[in-house]
């Protein structure tokens, strides 16, 4: 198949998804699939984090990462040697290794449920930074289902945070770095293709865990590499996803769906640690299907208000 027919197939594909799913929808949708993804890689993580250094861990996925993007890399290699807003590239990249790296000490010292707590914080700022540059309007609906799903989550996981406050600051910052990095990409995104918002982000934070990584490198085993690997393979994957969901959504209605984490953390909390939530955990579990599922069901009644008030062809 010619490059130009792919293309043609991939386009008419498109148009008939659009007709099917309104594309605010599709970026709700894509935004759930993205968040169990990044829960997913912070349990390998965590198994990770016993014997391998965390830079070492981060490098490795920017790697795998790398490897993934070459192709399109060396397609669009012209387009990557000029980017359009420089400053919002290093600003996003720094937020971006802060979220990762920060992440990673959090989950990896702290119980899940409380490190998956202190990520929520990042709706709140993504909700605050996408209001004052963005110019996005956050309404009262808007902010009482971000409202409502904070409270489930503090049904949920009931966090005590008795453990240093260390890591509940690095909780925090990186919670904060992840909502500076979601909200450049929401606004590069509008001028800035996908390859070269991935790219960048893949190559500079590698470089930045490149020298501390060799510095404390211990050889993994077969098994740990291949965690490794994955990790760095379900990070490409959620990454392309998360971003493709910013194209079709509002910055903070797609942040508001991050809710979905805890869900993911209590499912694999109990598959993998028998981790069992109490009578609250499960109103708080219920209470935050309702934050996830309320943006869905506003913007599907808007659309379907929409087009009833159009006129008949």
């Not at 391998?52 to 790398?66: A, E, N, P």
């Not at 955990?281 to 869905?296: E, K, N, R």
Request: hydrophobic letters at 60%; aromatic letters at 10%; proline letters at 4%.
């Amino acid at each position: 198949m010619s490059v130009l027919t792919r293309e043609l197939v991939l386009k008419r594909l498109e148009q008939r998804i659009n007709h099917v799913i309104p594309v605010k929808i599709q970026g709700i949708l894509l935004a759930l699939i993205s968040t169990g993804l990044f829960v997913l890689v912070g349990v390998l993580v965590r198994i990770l984090s016993e014997r391998i250094d965390l830079f070492q861990i981060l490098l490795f996925r920017q790697l795998v990462f790398i490897v993934l993007l070459l192709p399109s890399v060396k397609a669009s290699i012209d387009i990557l040697l000029k980017p359009r807003q420089v400053k919002l590239h290093f600003l996003r990249i720094f937020g971006a290794f802060l979220a990762l790296y920060l992440g990673f000490v959090t989950v990896s010292h702290i119980p899940l449920a409380d490190a998956t707590a202190l990520g929520f914080t990042q709706v709140l700022f993504v909700a605050v930074i996408s209001r004052l540059f963005l110019s996005e309007a956050v309404g009262l609906s808007r902010l009482l289902t971000i409202l409502i799903g904070f409270a489930g989550v503090i049904l949920v996981v009931q966090p005590e945070f008795n453990q240093s406050a260390v890591y509940t600051l690095t909780g925090l910052i990186a919670a904060s770095g992840a909502a500076v990095a979601v909200v450049c990409v929401r606004k590069m995104a509008q001028t800035e293709p996908r390859v070269v918002l991935l790219s960048y982000q893949a190559v500079f934070v590698g470089l930045i865990a490149l020298l501390p990584s060799l510095m404390s490198w211990q050889w993994p085993t077969l098994y740990e590499l291949m965690l490794l690997i994955l990790v760095g393979v379900i990070s490409s994957v959620a990454q392309w996803i998360g971003i493709t969901a910013y194209k079709l959504a509002e910055a903070n209605v797609i942040a508001n769906v991050e809710y979905a984490k805890i869900v993911y953390s209590l499912a694999l909390g109990y598959w993998l640690f028998a981790e069992t939530p109490d009578t609250l955990a499960v109103l708080g579990v219920l209470i935050i299907f309702t934050s996830a599922i309320l943006p869905l069901l506003m913007t599907f009644l808007s659309v379907r208000r929409f087009s009833s008030n159009q006129p008949p062809v």
